[in-house]
C-alpha cells in the first residue's frame, strides 16, 4: 500500500509559480515506482499533467511544455511539479499519482490538492 500526500497548492496570480509536492509513505521502494501528476479542472475530465519514470525520463501534456516541471527525489520519497508562469487555465484539483514501473495494474492517488490562478 501506497499512501501519498500532496502539498504545496493555493491561490497565485497568472504569471506566478507554485511548487506542488508529494510525498510517500508505506513499505515501498520509491524507486521502482513511475510517478505522475494528473489534473481535473470544472467541468472537464482528469487528465495527465506530467510524468517521470523510475528511470528519471520524463513526459508532459502539450498545455504544461516549456512551463511545468516535473522531478523526484527518490532518498525523501518525493515528487515535486514546479509550475512556472501559471495561466487561469491551470486552474484545477492536481493529483498525485503511482504505479510500479513492472505491474501497472494497482495506481495509487493522492487525495488531490486545489490550484487556483487568478486574471
Known amino acids: 500500500q501506497v499512501h501519498l500526500v500532496e502539498s504545496g497548492g493555493g491561490l497565485v496570480q497568472a504569471g506566478g509559480s507554485l511548487r506542488l509536492s508529494c510525498a510517500a509513505a508505506g513499505n515501498i521502494v520509491f524507486d521502482t515506482y513511475d510517478m505522475a501528476w494528473y489534473r481535473r479542472a470544472p467541468g472537464k475530465q482528469r487528465e495527465l499533467v506530467a510524468s517521470?519514470?523510475?528511470?528519471?525520463?520524463?513526459n508532459y501534456a502539450d498545455s504544461v511544455k516549456g512551463r511545468f516541471t516535473i522531478s523526484r527525489d527518490n532518498a525523501k520519497h518525493t515528487v515535486y511539479l514546479q509550475m512556472n508562469s501559471l495561466k487561469p487555465e491551470d486552474t484545477a484539483v492536481y493529483f498525485c499519482?503511482?504505479?510500479?514501473?513492472?505491474?501497472?495494474?494497482?495506481?495509487?492517488w493522492g487525495q488531490g490538492i486545489q490550484v487556483t490562478v487568478s486574471s
Open positions: 499519482n503511482a504505479v510500479l514501473s513492472h505491474d501497472r495494474t494497482y495506481p495509487f
Open positions: 517521470i519514470v523510475s528511470g528519471g525520463s520524463t
